[in-house]
C-alpha cells in the first residue's frame, strides 16, 4: 500500500484531499501540532477507509522531526507550506 503524508491535513477544508487518498487506498498520515487536541481532527475519523488514516504530532520547525514524518511516504502534500 502506498503511504501519503499530509502536513498540515486536519483541517475541515483539507478533509477532502484526505478523503480522496483513502478512497485511493492509500495509507494516510496527517500532522496536527497538538495531538491531545483531538477536536482538530476526530472528523477524519468519521471518513470511509478511516482505519488506513494515522494521526502524527509535528512541529514543522523541526526539521529531524519533518524527516521522520515524511520518511516512507510515497508522496507528501504541504497544505500550508507558509508553516514550513
Known amino acids: 500500500m502506498k503511504i501519503v503524508g499530509i502536513i498540515g491535513g486536519s ?3 483539507d478533509d477532502n484531499v484526505v478523503s480522496l487518498f483513502l478512497n485511493q487506498n492509500f495509507d494516510v498520515k496527517i500532522s ?3 495531538i491531545k487536541k483531538k477536536e482538530n481532527y476526530h472528523h477524519l ?3 470511509e477507509h ?3 488514516l494515522h494521526v502524527c504530532e509535528l512541529d514543522t520547525s523541526i526539521k529531524s522531526a519533518l524527516n521522520s514524518f515524511t520518511k516512507g511516504c510515497d508522496i507528501v502534500i504541504f497544505m500550508n507550506p507558509s508553516e514550513i
Open 11 to 13: 483541517g475541515y477544508i
Open 50 to 52: 478511516a482505519e488506513n
Open 45 to 47: 475519523m468519521e471518513l
Open 32 to 34: 496536527t501540532l497538538d
